[in-house]
């Protein structure tokens, strides 16, 4: 498989996943929990990088699971115990968890070695270091991530919408909102090699409101999110690449935030401009 | 003095400390209004703030780059406001919108046109307060580094505004109604500290980054809330343990060699984690023993106002009423029991051979319990409530 | 006033409460509450503001843990009954610009009797139209739920309780901010479920049409105040216990009381 290739169809399926899970965030209004897991996962990305001893893609992404289970845990923790606000929680975690990834990175740059020179690439994400089994990985993610899904739709639907409606009705809702924490932050960490820690929350929320103008359903918005995500990670990669240096993550925000500008603003029925009018 | 200011790990140390101080003092406010995910985004919008101002005149760094990184901030937060209003989506969504945005345009700026300058993407994220003493202004026969003079600057103008200001933002935090009917301007006196804090962050750039900043800003005060009640204690406290915070934190990172802006944003951490903890009244330990306190205390008030209002007479057979209550209340057998131990304890009810039986004092305990949850609109006079009449 | 040895289940009772006190960090928002309910009678729960009213329906729906009491349903515990009793929350509890139709809505009060991996069907579909026409809602099935009224989001929550086919419905403020003919039509749906022999209680705010509509009356005010059918409990001392000194600006007349 090519390279061009490689990185044209990895950074589809990460931007897809990412747009999948999107709509689920954005209209639980937990779209800001996903920028903190990902600031979150850069120290978990380095420990998993220190005990693997090499950039394997299942370690750093292992790694950046559990830190974000920490962060979470920590954060319910603070609020639990605390009279600290939900917005101060996570800003505190967020930015102790990232200083604590700044210090592991710069110890891991210390002590030298070639094989460190990718982490870095965390960041801002660069998706020219994608591999072909790291395709493979994320190809087995997104068929999980998809086949859970499609088996729980009617609950997750309905635990986004009337939470509180659900439980009375019996269903598993603490289910419920633990898988889809789970999935979300499998999208979320498969997405940071490519867009980058700081920028990732942006993949996880602009297709999602872009899709959200465009149509009328949970089912409909998903699937046009994970279109428009793909859409915004394939030409982000492939634009990064034209020029040299050139960090994939930005582009790729710009690339989705463009969309969500243009939906916002020209939308059928939705749309600014034809409200004006 | 001159040796002073050309020692390095002398004014890597200053610099922590400046950092520390210029945040912390904003930042008490900004987390008691609920606005620490509000700095986050702007310390990240501002680096396009100071990519733009860069590449339009081409200075880094000096009073330009901070009217430039204040206006960026204050975009930001019109921005999000904007797309807030046009109900298309969520506040929360917008931040997670806006701030990423901003910042991908200002890294893909200097990615651009910045890349032989010292303003490289790394530095952006994390500063490198390592070489703060390298850039340097002759004053008074010294040469001072530019990071202490503009962060000193900052320390002060921070200092002087909360000063000058501290009735209005107090209330501007704590009441904003009130506020803007008193006149105070709540909404221009936070602007005025968003406006600061972003130009602090500019300030406070070249040492540790525009994301280590957020640290800075939001934890040292959140742990000295922890601490306190009183609001004078909480700013004086967040700026002690900031400044702690960036000392422990260069120590730290000069014994383990890593990165020092990160060790100190790390380390401010730390002193939440242990304040988290141990906080006497507000730690994770004082209120997990204040809870049990209060549910057991419930309990009796609970068990009280029952045995009161249910009871055939004061005096029950002590195996019937637990056996009662498991069944009335629904409490496990072990609760009861814990629950009956501690109102004997505390003198509500006592035993007399096999009964138990209700005292003075838990008898008054129940009709108090029950008449405080009288009715919220209190009563005429002529009209004092009838005692609920008996269940159908 | 119970004694140890009393049957404590009630089967014959829709609803039976018991001794429920509900309280957070020391105050209690309800204290020491029995309340029975029949079946068959459309019951109003009445209070001012915080008077806990609906602490008690959240409660009784598993959403509220309480510091002490119990709650049967038919004689049975939540857990068993949950398949008989339906619930309409407020409107407010959902944002109306979530991407789904009213029908889809509907369907959702069905989900318990599907489990976990089965989907709705046609079958389930029918149920949703048949409930939706009930409603008079029935044109408005693929309608995005962000286009509606609020008296038409009300028929929507109600409809979607309507297809759980309960035999007691919870309903929280259903005539808050509707026009008078969606509250003509949600009363004329209660009452055909009360005359069917179902047990409907609502969380009611509005004295006024308490004497013309409900057969059964339960005042709170953080303790049962009076309970009981309406004609004996709609009293002037009553309604004096539970609302305090409000009720001196209050005409009497407008509370279908006499002079």
């Known amino acids: ?277 | 003095m001159t040796a002073f200011f050309a020692n390095p790990d002398a004014m890597i140390l200053l610099t922590g400390l400046l950092v520390a101080l210029a945040a912390a003092l904003p930042g008490c406010f900004l987390v008691l209004r609920g606005s620490s995910l509000m700095t986050d985004a702007i310390s990240h919008a501002i680096v396009f703030g100071i990519a733009l101002t860069w590449l339009a005149t081409g200075y880094i760094s000096g009073p330009i780059q901070i009217a430039g990184a204040a206006a960026a901030g204050l975009l930001t937060v019109l921005l999000i406001e904007a797309l807030t209003r046009t109900r298309r989506l969520n506040n929360d969504a917008a931040m997670g919108l806006v701030f990423p945005t901003l910042f991908a345009a200002g890294v893909l700026i200097i990615n651009l046109y910045a890349r032989d300058i010292h303003l490289d993407t790394d530095t952006v994220l994390l500063g490198e307060i390592a070489f703060v003493w390298l850039d340097t202004t002759r004053i008074a026969g010294m040469d001072i580094p530019n990071a202490v003079i503009s962060l000193t600057v900052f320390a002060a103008l921070n200092l002087g505004f909360i000063l000058l200001f501290w009735k209005p933002l107090k209330l501007a935090v704590f009441d904003p109604d009130f506020a803007a009917l008193q006149g105070l301007r709540p909404g221009l006196v936070l602007g005025g500290l968003f406006a600061l804090t972003s130009a602090t962050a500019v300030a406070a750039f070249d040492a540790v980054g525009a994301i280590l900043f957020v640290a800075f800003v939001i934890v040292p005060p959140a742990t000295a809330y922890l601490l306190t009640q009183s609001l004078a204690v909480m700013v004086t406290l967040a700026a002690l343990i900031g400044m702690g915070s960036a000392l422990a934190g260069q120590q730290a990172a000069l014994a383990l060699d890593v990165s020092i802006g990160g060790m100190m944003a790390l380390m401010t951490g730390a002193f939440f984690a242990l304040a988290l903890v141990a906080a006497p009244g507000k730690g994770v330990i004082a209120t997990l023993l204040r809870r049990r306190n209060d549910r057991l205390a419930f309990a009796c008030r609970t068990l009280v106002t029952h045995l009161h209002s249910h009871a055939a007479g004061p005096r029950v057979d002590e195996e019937n009423a637990i056996t009662a209550l498991e069944s009335h209340l629904r409490w496990p057998r072990r609760q009861i029991r814990n629950v009956v131990l501690r109102a004997l304890d505390d003198g509500l009810v006592r035993r007399e051979g096999a009964m138990l039986v209700l005292t003075e004092m838990g008898a008054a305990l129940g009709r108090e319990t029950v008449a405080s949850v009288a009715p919220l609109i209190p009563p005429r006079p002529q009209d004092q409530p009838q005692p609920a009449p008996p269940a159908a | 006033m119970t004694t140890p040895d009393a049957p404590l289940h009630e089967p014959h009772l829709a609803l039976h409460v018991e001794d429920l006190t509900v309280g957070y960090g020391g105050a209690p928002v309800l204290l020491d509450a029995d309340i029975d309910i029949p079946p068959g009678v459309m019951a109003a729960i009445v209070g001012p503001n915080g008077s806990g009213k609906s602490t008690f329906l959240k409660s009784c729906l598993g959403l509220v843990r309480p510091a002490a009491g119990h709650i049967r349903f038919f004689g049975q515990p939540l857990a068993q009954a949950r398949a008989r009793v339906g619930y309409v929350p407020q409107r407010s509890t959902v944002d109306w610009d979530f991407p789904t139709t009213v029908i889809d809505v509907v369907t959702m009060g069905l989900y318990g009797r599907l489990g976990l991996f089965r989907r709705p069907g046609r079958a389930e579909r029918e149920k949703a139209l048949k409930a939706l026409a009930d409603l008079g809602m029935l044109d408005y099935a693929d309608r995005q739920i962000g286009q509606l009224s609020g008296g038409q989001q009300q028929r929507v929550f109600i409809a979607r309780a309507l297809v759980q086919e309960a035999d007691l419905y919870f309903l929280d403020e259903p005539m808050a901010g509707v026009d008078a003919t969606t509250e003509a039509a949600i009363i004329a749906i209660l009452q055909r479920l009360r005359d069917a022999g179902k047990t409907v209680v609502v969380v009611h705010h509005d004295l006024s049409t308490v004497k013309r509509w409900f057969d059964w009356l339960i005042m709170l005010n953080r303790r049962v105040v009076a309970q009981g059918p309406v004609a004996t409990t709609y009293t002037r001392d009553n309604l004096r216990a539970a609302y305090g000194g409000q009720l001196a600006v209050l005409d009497p007349a407008d509370h279908g009381l006499g002079p």
């Open chain 1, 1 to 277: 498989m090519s390279p061009l290739l490689t990185v044209a169809l990895g950074t589809a399926l990460l931007g897809a996943l990412a747009g999948a899970l999107g709509p689920f965030a954005v209209l639980r209004k937990q779209s800001l929990m996903g920028d903190v897991l990902s600031h979150a996962a850069l120290p978990g990305i380095c420990i998993g990088f220190l005990v693997a001893q090499e950039r394997s893609l299942p370690a750093l992404l292992a790694g950046a699971l559990i830190a974000g289970l920490i962060a979470a845990g920590l954060i319910q923790l603070i609020l639990r115990f605390t009279r600290i606000k939900p917005d101060a929680a996570m800003g505190i975690i967020l930015s102790t968890f990232f200083a604590l990834g700044v210090v592991l990175l710069s110890h891991i740059q210390h002590s030298g070695g070639a094989a460190q020179a990718g982490l870095s690439s965390f960041l801002f994400g660069q998706a020219a270091a994608m591999l072909a089994s790291d395709v493979t990985l994320l190809s087995a993610l997104a068929a999980l991530v998809l086949l859970i899904l499609a088996t729980f739709w009617k609950d997750l639907k309905l635990v986004a919408f009337d939470r509180d409606y659900a439980r009375a009705l019996g269903r598993p809702v603490a289910a419920m909102e633990s898988l889809l924490a789970a999935v979300t932050a499998i999208a979320i960490v498969a997405g940071l090699q490519v867009v980058g820690v700081v920028l990732m929350v942006a993949l996880l929320i602009a297709p999602a409101v872009a899709a959200r103008q465009w149509v009328e359903g949970l089912l409909p918005m998903v699937l046009l999110s994970a279109l428009l995500g793909a859409g915004a990670g394939v030409s982000g990669a492939l634009l990064s690449s034209t020029a040299r240096g050139l960090a994939t993550g930005p582009v790729i925000v710009l690339v989705a935030a463009g969309l969500v500008l243009l939906s916002i603003l020209f939308a059928p029925r939705r749309g600014l401009v034809w409200r004006r009018a």
